[in-house]
């Protein structure tokens, strides 16, 4: 959802930007592009240091309750990709959401 609301909050701010850029020739495929890889980045980058966060955790209560940490590396190795692919859907509606903006009703804002 975070994603999603922040790519979302982007197409709101960027109206203007993405209709001086469809009047000078980008496609709606192109502003599609741009959101998606924008959100992607963001899970790719998010995927991780959440997986590290949630480590953490794991390891700071196994210290303090004198336990042995046991983390299966399947669960944090595919974090990056799980994180990207959140994302690609998380951009998903706002991405098309831009594609379908006009340019003189954008450039009018």
């Known amino acids: 959802m975070g ?3 922040t790519t979302f909050v982007a197409v709101l ?3 203007a930007e993405i209709g001086l850029r469809r009047a000078l020739g980008a496609r709606a495929r192109h502003i599609a592009a741009q959101f998606l890889t924008e959100s992607t980045a963001l899970g790719l ?3 991780p240091v959440g997986t590290a966060l949630a480590v953490a955790a794991v390891l700071v209560v196994a210290l303090a309750k004198s336990w042995t940490a046991v983390l299966d590396p399947a ?3 595919p974090a990056p990709l799980l994180g990207a692919a959140v994302g690609l859907l998380a951009g998903l509606c706002p991405s098309v ?5 006009e340019p003189p009703e954008a450039l009018r804002r």
Do not use: K, P
């Open 45 to 47: 980058i998010g995927g």
């Open 97 to 101: 959401r831009a594609a379908r903006v």
């Open 75 to 77: 669960t944090v190795l």
């Open 3 to 5: 994603i999603a609301s």
């Open 13 to 15: 701010e960027r109206t």
